[in-house]
């Protein structure tokens, strides 16, 4: 997840850590008509009718465990037919957070004494989100796994290149010469 930038987002929804106890809490977050538009230009797609997340937060000390669930209905440009076509999404939330200030504390540890290590584990979990100051924004977590969801390049359901008309080739220069020579 990236830390939030300085524009503003469409879609807020900051939950103060000190607020979240050690059992599950849970969070709706609706986006409503007058967003709308908003964030269908923030995500880049043509429309949105629908968004909807559900969020169980918990807190174990200073570490906070976020699941639930994103459900919206949208519309996305065909890159065939360059139509709107209806897309209806639901996407999964899995987080875990941790004080910004850990983080860095065991980063720095890693990096030991300049020496550069990588080491890719698979099936291991994703290292902690920060919290940054103390909140955690349910409605920049929702627009960012939204944006995650969707795909790259939509194709309407049906649509395919083969439908599309090749354009005509151009004509060589050596056949229009050709055409010359045999009408002397």
Known sequence: MSSPSKEALPLRHPVRVETITLRPMTFELSATQPDFAEIARHLG???????????????NGDRVKLEGKITAALHQICVVTLEAFPVALTVPLKLDFAPEAELAAAAAADAGEGEIDIEVLLNEQDPP?????GVIDLGAITLEFLALALDPYPRKPGANFDDVAPEAAPESPFAALARLKSTE
Not at 45 to 59: G, M
Not at 129 to 133: G, N, T
Request: charged share 25%.
């Open 45 to 59: 797609v043509a429309s949105l009718e629908a968004l909807k997340a559900t969020c169980s937060l918990s807190r």
């Open 129 to 133: 989100e920060p919290i940054i100051d």
